[in-house]
């Protein structure tokens, strides 16, 4: 079972960056497909970003494409998430998730395909 930390998160300015952090603990990350979701207050939960255990592969929502961009370490048993232009629609709690099998599959997108899931990080992009 893997253990998810994440960082990074903040208040920033619209038209900003930050880079979140994903860190793993209890097993290694390399293992996982890896994919980053938030929840906005009074909303869903949401896919933002996936990439697959290689890092060969990586998946975003329309909302985020050509702004955000995911990428991991194995290495360093961390995965990333570089968000750039941010918006003030951005602003939600950020959370990291794994999800297990040899192939990501079509359900990227769908959190009941990650089976393990970080607290959360705060986003906050001010107008």
């Known amino acids: 079972q893997v253990q998810l930390v994440e960082s990074g998160g903040g208040v920033v300015q619209a038209g900003g960056s930050l880079r979140l952090s994903c860190a793993a603990s209890?097993?290694?990350?390399?293992?996982?497909?890896m994919g980053w979701f938030r929840q906005a207050p009074g909303k869903e939960r949401a896919f933002v970003a996936a990439?697959?255990?290689?890092?060969?592969?990586?998946y975003y929502a329309d909302s985020v494409k050509g702004r955000f961009s995911v990428s991991r370490d194995n290495a360093e048993n961390t995965v990333y998430l570089q968000m750039n232009s941010l918006k003030p629609e951005d602003t939600a709690v950020y959370y990291c998730a794994a999800a297990a099998g040899p192939t990501l599959g079509s359900l990227y997108a769908q959190s009941a395909r990650y089976a393990f899931w970080g607290q959360g990080t705060q986003v906050t992009v001010s107008s």
């Open positions: 990439i697959t255990r290689s890092g060969g592969n990586t």
């Open positions: 209890r097993s290694t990350l390399s293992s996982y497909h």
